[in-house]
């Protein structure tokens, strides 16, 4: 007999972890797993802030996904998603290579939403996270020390927030004092959502870090050097980025699983989607029966449910739900080796909340660079 095959497509959070207990789930059964993923290393995001403001190496936040899988029993394969056909159970790679499969998987995150932002080539964009890695370091090796430079946070979330905040600290540690110029721009106000005093914290310490803050702005255009704003006025600017919010990937127009009106994939609480047995979607392009905010904590979350629901089809045993917090802990970057949490109204900040979200990020790295 033919041994199943599961297909997973992207390298998201929930997909590594899936990856990282294949064996020890699938052993002894005729089972082969093979991962989908152009890009041979998978970033961690929840460490970006901390290697843009350079507590950490690039490499700290990088798993190897040829060797996570090679370790795992799993098979890597680098090509690029392009469509699905459901019916023939198959997937269509960019290369013109097709992929057959008995269980699908699919975790391959959102993307820029850049379409409302006239020139949004000029800017980077914080997805994906390889490429504004890339992006930035290529910035810095090009700057000119004796020459201030302007830099343009365009959103106001959490992103926007940390990867302001990193930046800064970054310059003003490797080109001292000199007179940069920072700005962030949010559409709305700042960590819209959260809690006043975690809103408070946050504004803190962008003023304290040189960073001016504008609210309820609307950037229409971005140029090589500067940004047009909604009111008709035009800011100068020597790098933007853009941390406004996500879309699904264009690649799941057309691949005929259902969509939710934003266009992300219906998914029941067993993470399939909706009216198919075999095919699973995890990570910011799911759309839960309670729709979720786009965190990756709940794509780590919904990991050891995705392997153990795999498993128990392979078995013909009936699946077990994904039971998503409804208050969740956010840790938020502050630039400097200081963080903030916060879980509904309850709130804390410090140096100390640094460490312990360190602790955290470097504990799930150990998890898959061992």
Known sequence: MNPIRILLIGGGHAHIEVVRRFQSLFSGLAVEMMLLNPEPMAVYSGMIPGVVAGHYRTEDCLINLPALCECHGVTWNPGRFKALETDAQRVLLESGESLT????????????????????????????????????????????????RTVSVVGGGVAGVELGLAMAHRIQTTQGERPWHWRLIAGGGLLEGHNPMVRRRAKQALDAAGIHCLTHVEVTAIQADGLQLADGQRLHSDFALLCTSAVPPQSLSGCGLPLSDQGYIRVDEDLRVKSMHNVFAVGDIAHFPRPLPKAGVYAVRQGPVLAQN??????????????????YLKLISLGEKKALASRGWLYCSGAWVWRWKNRIDVGFMEQYQR
């Open 101 to 148: 499969f008995d269980m699908l998987s699919l975790d391959i995150g959102s993307v820029p939403a850049t379409e409302p932002v006239q020139g949004a080539v000029h800017a980077v964009t914080v997805k994906p996270a390889h490429q504004f890695l890339r992006h930035w370091e290529a910035f810095l090796e090009q700057v000119d020390r004796t020459k201030p």
């Open 310 to 327: 795999l498993l128990r089809l392979v078995r013909g045993e009936p699946l077990q739900p994904f039971h998503p917090q409804r208050r």
